[in-house]
């Protein structure tokens, strides 16, 4: 590390910030120059200190600074550039030399002593670069995501932001991801693309086929598994599953199966679209959770994504039925998000029909379904 005598000499030697969204600094230099903050007593050269380093990550000067040198034998430290400089702004704008100091030292330790938890890679010392992950229980897409290899063409497949953001929240980098239903296998995709292994269930050997095909085609640039298996959930032996590829338990359930029989995915009598009535409906979804529970690993996450139904003039509550089930097998509820939709196959091109239909019935048009997130004790 350079001598304190050095190091405020890192402030006065600039070049001009790339338009990047992101700055790629020499952690330890830039290191160097926040000490140096810290080590003044005097609160106007500290914020005057704090202004300079703006100036150098925005480009305001033009020649090179020794936070910007970089090289193979150094580590490299990136942020986002609006992120950081809001941080500088509160260290220049702070009414008192105590809290410049703390924001100082707060943006050190944000580069030190990165905080993880135990189910995700999110870095909470740098929780304010993480915009892309919702927290709130409503979310509202205008569209799906159709980049890559995703597509809309498979009836009932359910949006590729849900996988992305429940995978980004519940897992880690080469965690393991078991979706029961997998389907087009929407889920693995965003697998490959967040560095996830990643196991689908699927009954129909015909949609499991296209789901394989389809999956192969996405960049799996940090080479993590994907299988797509052709089965009865109910009936599947996760445990000799899991064996054949090395691992006993998985990090992450993802469960989305048929809204009972609004849409018949076969003829399959295994098929949950195809079940009696709701009560067995339930009966067939709860033996999917009891079969597959034991190789989620204890303290990790079920994602269930579900919908209600409407039926002989009655609102079927199907996602609260599904709630109950799950919560019979060792699970406590976490949250309950409300996902909108603004057109289904289903009902395309059929908008004033619905809203017709809505008048005379008395009810309203479904434009929801639930994302309930569910952990297991």
């Known amino acids: 590390m350079k001598k304190k005598s050095e190091q405020m000499r890192l402030l006065e030697e600039t070049k001009p910030a790339s338009t990047s969204p992101e700055v790629e600094l020499n952690e330890e230099n830039f290191l160097c120059v926040l000490q140096t903050l810290d080590s003044l007593n005097d609160h106007t050269k500290l914020k005057k200190a704090a202004n300079d380093l703006?100036?150098?990550?925005?480009?305001v000067r033009s020649e090179e600074a020794d936070i910007f040198r970089l090289n193979e034998e150094e580590t490299t430290f990136s942020v986002r550039r609006d992120?950081?400089?809001?941080?500088?702004?509160?260290?220049a704008e702070a009414h008192t030399i105590a809290r410049s100091k703390y924001y100082v030292e707060r943006l050190i330790k944000q580069i030190q002593k990165p905080k993880t938890s135990k189910i995700n890679d999110i870095n909470l010392s740098r929780?304010?670069?993480?915009?892309?992950?919702?927290?709130?229980?409503?979310?509202?897409?205008?569209r799906?995501?159709?980049?890559?290899?995703?597509?809309?063409?498979?009836?009932?497949?359910f949006v590729p932001q849900i996988p992305h953001q429940t995978i980004l929240r519940f897992t880690k980098k080469k965690d393991w991801v078991l979706d029961t239903f997998v389907g087009s296998g929407t889920s693995l995709i965003e697998c490959r693309r967040l560095g996830r292994n990643g196991i689908g269930i699927?009954?129909?050997?015909?949609?499991?086929?296209?789901?394989?095909?389809?999956?192969?085609?996405?960049?799996?640039?940090q080479h993590i598994?994907?299988?797509v298996v052709i089965g009865d959930s109910r009936s599947i032996d996760y445990r000799a599953l899991l064996k054949r590829h090395g691992i006993n338990d998985v990090q992450l359930l993802i469960m989305h199966p048929p809204y009972f029989d609004i849409i018949?995915?076969?003829?399959?009598?295994?098929?949950?679209?195809?079940?009696t009535n709701v009560e067995d409906f339930l009966l067939m979804f709860r033996a999917i959770v009891e079969k597959a529970t034991p190789v989620l690993e204890k303290g990790r996450f079920l994602v269930l994504v579900i919908g209600d139904k409407y039926s002989a003039g009655e609102w079927i509550?199907?996602?609260?039925?599904?709630?109950?089930?799950?919560?019979?097998?060792?699970?406590?509820?976490?949250?309950?998000?409300?996902?909108?939709?603004?057109?289904?196959?289903?009902?395309?091109?059929?908008?004033?029909?619905?809203?017709?239909?809505?008048?005379?019935?008395?009810?309203?048009?479904?434009?929801?379904?639930?994302?309930?997130?569910?952990?297991?004790?």
């Open 264 to 275: 018949k995915f076969s003829e399959y009598e295994e098929d949950l679209s195809n079940a």
């Open 202 to 221: 699927e009954l129909n050997a015909e949609v499991a086929r296209g789901a394989k095909e389809l999956i192969e085609q996405a960049p799996n640039p």
């Open 54 to 59: 703006k100036d150098i990550v925005t480009g």
């Open 317 to 377: 509550p199907l996602g609260f039925h599904c709630m109950n089930e799950v919560l019979k097998c060792g699970y406590i509820l976490k949250s309950i998000v409300v996902k909108n939709f603004e057109e289904t196959r289903g009902k395309r091109n059929q908008k004033e029909l619905w809203r017709y239909r809505a008048l005379v019935g008395g009810f309203y048009v479904f434009k929801h379904e639930y994302v309930m997130l569910f952990k297991k004790m």
């Open 144 to 157: 799906r995501d159709n980049s890559g290899v995703h597509l809309a063409s498979y009836w009932g497949n």
């Open 127 to 142: 929780w304010k670069e993480y915009d892309d992950i919702i927290t709130d229980s409503l979310w509202i897409f205008d």
């Open 83 to 91: 992120i950081l400089l809001s941080e500088l702004d509160q260290i």
């Open 225 to 227: 598994f994907t299988d």
